[in-house]
Every structure is written in structure tokens, then in C-alpha cells.
């Protein structure tokens, strides 16, 4: 008994020192044949002494004092060939949706309990790398928001900056335009233009008063501007609670150009559309538009 005690005592000692550890690694430590070294591996199992693992190197488990888990992963060689992409795919992540795995890997993460834990979150089934705590996920979805706020972020001042320089590259046109028109004049004094100190009013800002009044008077909201150019705004507005596509035209007469244009930025966005002009359609554009309301469908003859 006193010897058994001892080789025991010994067990432990060898496995605390050499970490997990096979039978055949104990046995040829103690000098004893594997089935004697098998039967007091056991003994120290039942007595909760010890741990044994559910990876296999061979037949054989592996042996290890409750706090060596993070050891095993020395023996994750050893693993099959799906097990192992399996293992270094949550070692890597640390976490693995269950659902959208692959069937295989799915398989596999059931198959390496030493390595893959269980747990859901929300409701969602989850795996988590075994050193790992579950903690982590939940600090790593907060990360994952602040990060997906961040890249709005940096989105939303990309669209202010190129609003800035669509306003900047619109001033500059407008101030060329003056400069040019003062030359026509003959304002200019060695080459440089006296520019006039009464600000310039921009042409389409007394259409664009016109298109909302318009738009006022018939109750339609304007819910946001696609567009603006020296001969066209493109606005978003919500007639009757229906978001549609206003394009309006600052000319008296539009043409099959100005449809088609109208008709390619509302399929872009997904909107219906509706154009707006300072005059009436040309009238072979009146009787096309008539013509197409009674059309079907055109067959081609083969």
C-alpha cells in the first residue's frame, strides 16, 4: 500500500512538472510496464486528482492536473485532418457562429471538446476557442459597433467634404463666369478683373425658389436634393406620403434627352419620377408620351 502511495505522490510530481502527459511517457519514467502505470493513472482519475482528455494520440489519452488545459494544445497535431482546420480556424477567431459554419467544420467542432466549448448568446448557438472566455465576445460585438459607427463616421464626412467641393467647384464656375462677363465688358485693368463688390446671386437659386413655391402650393414636401447643376434640380419629394423623383428643367422646351436622363437617375435611386419644366413639351414628345399610354407591349415579327 505504502508503495503504491508513493508511486502515486510520483505520478502526480512527473505530471505537474512535465505537464499532460501520456501513459507510456509515465510509465517509462517510473520504470513500470504501461498496463501497471494504466491502472494507477485510473486510481488518480476516480480520485479527481487527475484529468484525462478526449483527444486520443493513438489509443492512448493524455493526462493533466486541472489548470494544464491550456497545455494541451501541444498535442493538437495530432488531431484528424478536418478536426485540426477546424481547431485552427476558432483558435484564430476565438468565436464561430455554429449555424453558418460548413457542415464538415460543424462536425468537427463537436468532435474536439478539449478545444471547442459550447455556449449560445441571444439565443445564438456559439463555439469559443477553450481558453477563451465568453466575456470576450461580448466585448468584442461592442468593438465591432464602435467600429461600424466609426466607418459612418468617416462615410458621413466624406459626403460633407465632396459637398464641400461641389459647392467650391460651383463658386468657382460662377466667379469665372463673372470674371469672363467683366472682360466682355471691358473691366479689366492689366489683366486682372475688378471684380464688382455686390455679391453674385447664383441663376438657379431664383428657380430653385420657384420649384419649391410650386411644390409648396400643391403640398408636396421636399425630402432631400440628388442634385444640382446650372440647368437642372433633382429632388427627392413625398407626394400624398409617397417618396418620388422630381427633375426639373430650367428651360421652356425638354426633348427625348431630357426624358431619358430624368428616367436613368430615378432607376438608379428606385424612385417614379416626375419632371418638371418652365414650358411645355415639345409636341412630338406630347404625341409620343400620348402614344405610348395605349401602347401593350411591341412583338418582334420573326
Not at 147 to 153: G, Q
Not at 189 to 214: H, I, L, M, T, Y
Not at 219 to 230: A, H, P
Amino acid at each position: 500500500m505504502q508503495d503504491a502511495f508513493k508511486i502515486k505522490e510520483r505520478i502526480v510530481s512527473i505530471i505537474q512538472s512535465n505537464g499532460p502527459s501520456l501513459p507510456i511517457s509515465i510509465a517509462r519514467e517510473l520504470g513500470l510496464s504501461s498496463l501497471f502505470a494504466s491502472a494507477f493513472l485510473s486510481e488518480l482519475l476516480s480520485e479527481k486528482r487527475l484529468k484525462i482528455s478526449n483527444l486520443r494520440v493513438g489509443n492512448s489519452p493524455v493526462y493533466f492536473i486541472s489548470g494544464q488545459e491550456p497545455k494541451l494544445e501541444n498535442f493538437s497535431e495530432h488531431l484528424k485532418s478536418k478536426e485540426k482546420e477546424a481547431f485552427l480556424l476558432l483558435k484564430e477567431n476565438k468565436f464561430l457562429k455554429d449555424e453558418v459554419q460548413q457542415p464538415a467544420i460543424r462536425v468537427a467542432l463537436r468532435a474536439i471538446k478539449d478545444f471547442a466549448i459550447p455556449f449560445e448568446n441571444k439565443g445564438v448557438f456559439f463555439w469559443r476557442y477553450f481558453i477563451v472566455s465568453e466575456s470576450e465576445l461580448i466585448q468584442k460585438e461592442e468593438i465591432s459597433k464602435l467600429e461600424e459607427i466609426e466607418i459612418h463616421k468617416d462615410e458621413e464626412n466624406e459626403q460633407e467634404d465632396l459637398e464641400k467641393e461641389e459647392v467650391k467647384e460651383e463658386d468657382i464656375f460662377v466667379k469665372k463666369k463673372v470674371v469672363d462677363s467683366e472682360q466682355d465688358s471691358g473691366l479689366v485693368c492689366s489683366g486682372v478683373a475688378k471684380r464688382k463688390r455686390k455679391p453674385v446671386k447664383k441663376k438657379n437659386d431664383k428657380f430653385f425658389n420657384q420649384v419649391k413655391e410650386f411644390l409648396a402650393e400643391k403640398s408636396i414636401e421636399i425630402v432631400g436634393i440628388e442634385g444640382v447643376s446650372q440647368g437642372d434640380l433633382i429632388l427627392r419629394i413625398s407626394d400624398n406620403g409617397e417618396d418620388k423623383l422630381l427633375v426639373a428643367y430650367n428651360k421652356r422646351r425638354i426633348g427625348e434627352v431630357e426624358i431619358i436622363k430624368a428616367n436613368k437617375k430615378a432607376e438608379e435611386i428606385g424612385l417614379d419620377y416626375i419632371i418638371l419644366s418652365l414650358g411645355e413639351p415639345l409636341k412630338k414628345l406630347q404625341n409620343l408620351i400620348k402614344a405610348i399610354k395605349n401602347l401593350s407591349e411591341i412583338q418582334k415579327l420573326k
